[in-house]
T-cell receptor, first 110, second 113 residues
Framework: GQNIDQPTEMTATEGAIVQINCTYQ??????LFWYQQHAGEAPTFLSY????GLEEKGRFSSFLSRSKGYSYLLLKELQMKDSASYLC???????????FGAGTRLFVKA | DGGITQSPKYLFRKEGQNVTLSCEQN?????MYWYRQDPGQGLRLIYY???????QKGDIAEGYSVSREKKESFPLTVTSAQKNPTAFYLC????????????FGDGTRLSIL
């Protein structure tokens, strides 16, 4: 079957670093996406990984290990505006279906 | 600016009524999707379309219908057969390439009267 897991909630302090983990299970894999979603708003694209390793984009980095079915999103120099839900999603082979996790709600405190 | 427009932002449905949610995009994307989001749950795929006049059921298609008569438009009808329609509905589009992310509209919040 297909499954994707991420923690429900995390809390971190402004200026700190936080790592949001995601594990997935699928028989076919075509890349992993991270999206940010503020409450009541549309998700916005953050990153895409299809090969093992780390992709860095400013304050945000994303890591993928295909053999372990594992990814993480790293947020550095946290700001209050980073308080949002972070959705992990993978695209499987054979089509354009994207499987989304339930999201991790991140609370950034002063 | 290119983007996806969903309307209305809020919608109320009476018992036995069908309602249609609009989704229009000017990004020239071939693929379009409808998702449902419930509190504490991930996005669940209702229908998707990779090309005009063709669409496929997602994981929770029962009680919903769609059409794709134009590349820019992918309306979703929530029929009276959908017994629990209260949710946040998101429309998305993407290029037909596996490494391309989906772009989302601002969503429609549907409630039962």
């Amino acid at each position: 079957g297909q499954n994707i897991d991420q923690p429900t909630e995390m809390t971190a302090t402004e200026g700190a670093i936080v790592q949001i983990n995601c594990t997935y299970q699928t028989s076919g894999f075509n890349g992993l996406f991270w999206y940010q979603q503020h409450a009541g708003e549309a998700p916005t694209f953050l990153s895409y990984n299809v090969l093992d390793g780390l992709e860095e984009k400013g304050r945000f980095s994303s890591f993928l290990s295909r053999s372990k079915g594992y990814s993480y999103l790293l947020l550095k120099e946290l700001q209050m505006k980073d308080s949002a839900s972070y959705l992990c999603a993978f695209r499987n082979t054979g089509g354009f279906k994207t499987i989304f996790g339930a999201g991790t709600r991140l609370f950034v405190k002063a | 600016d290119g983007g996806i427009t969903q309307s209305p932002k809020y919608l109320f449905r009476k018992e036995g009524q069908n309602v249609t949610l609009s989704c229009e995009q000017n990004l020239n994307h071939d693929a379009m999707y409808w998702y449902r989001q419930d509190p504490g749950q991930g996005l669940r795929l209702i229908y998707y379309s990779q090309i005009v006049n063709d669409f496929q059921k997602g994981d929770i298609a029962e009680g919903y219908s769609v059409s794709r008569e134009k590349k820019e438009s992918f309306p979703l009808t929530v029929t009276s057969a959908q017994k629990n329609p209260t949710a946040f509905y998101l429309c998305a589009s993407s290029m037909v390439s596996l490494d391309q992310p989906q772009h989302f509209g601002d969503g429609t919040r549907l409630s039962i009267l």
